[in-house]
């Protein structure tokens, strides 16, 4: 995509997570791969109603500004720590939607699949990214759960969502939200069962057929040893589950 097409989309992807009250003040923030190794990125201290194609900045792969007045925001090390392990990613963006922040803020993550379409989209899990001190800790924690997920939550922070283009990345962070509003909807009602097992492996397989997935890509599925523990990790049975399930859907694939 040309960089103007570019600048535009980041403007309408950031005031479309303003208008949806998924950031407050100068919260959230946008980039998408340049060519040549450069990444456009939404400034700082800006609001997201407030980004245009002219306030936009133009890093280098070590977060060094090229082009644009303002400053990078502060979060761009994590930015970048999700280009550099995965090629595939074209955008990132971040935001704190109220639902899944809400679940990030009270130590949870969504750990069990309840939405078929949702394990195809996104995988069966949306792991929560424990909480840390910003910057190179920062980096750190999330550092290993980059090569196995496209979204993730970040405790005491709100949800990373990666793709091949800015609207898939945006649309990631949307169902990620849309899991965690059904998750908090259903709690009166005992909370959202999780899916038969059984179901598991076809739609990790239409998963990888779509070309989606760490399978897909040929990566390990599981966080890798030494990471700190995810929910696929956790001692908790339907996670035991799953992570039989998963394995076993590797084994044929
Ligand atoms: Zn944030």
């Not at 060094?64 to 502060?74: N, T």
């Not at 990373?160 to 990345?169: K, P, R, Y």
């Amino acid at each position: 995509m040309s960089e103007p097409r570019l600048r535009a989309e980041l403007c309408d992807y950031s005031r479309r997570l303003h208008g949806r009250d998924w950031v407050a003040n100068h919260d959230g923030n946008l980039s998408a791969r340049l060519t040549d190794g450069r990444f456009l990125c939404t400034p700082t201290a800006t609001s997201k109603a407030e980004v245009h194609t002219e306030n936009l900045l133009v890093v280098d792969a070590s977060g060094a500004r090229v082009s644009g007045r303002a400053k990078p925001f502060s979060e761009l090390g994590l930015h970048m720590c999700i280009y550099k392990q995965r090629p595939d990613v074209h955008a990132v963006v971040h935001a704190h939607p109220p639902h899944a922040t809400a679940l990030a803020a009270s130590g949870r993550c969504l750990d069990q699949p309840f939405l078929a379409e949702a394990v195809v989209s996104l995988g069966p899990t949306i792991p929560l990214v424990p909480v840390s001190a910003p910057g190179p800790a920062a980096v750190a924690a999330l550092e290993p759960f980059v090569p196995a997920y496209d979204v993730v939550l970040i405790a005491g922070n709100g949800v990373f969502a990666w793709g091949d283009s800015v609207e898939q990345a945006y649309l990631r962070l949307e169902l990620c939200e849309h899991l965690a509003r059904i998750t908090l909807l259903a709690q009166p009602l005992g909370g959202p069962r999780p899916l038969p097992a059984s179901l598991l492996p076809a739609l990790l397989e239409s998963r990888r057929r779509a070309g989606l997935g760490p399978e897909a890509r040929g990566v390990q599925a599981l966080a890798p040893p030494g990471s700190p523990p995810g929910p696929l990790a956790s001692a908790d049975p339907v996670a035991a589950l799953i992570r039989q399930e998963l394995a076993a859907a590797l084994k044929r694939a």
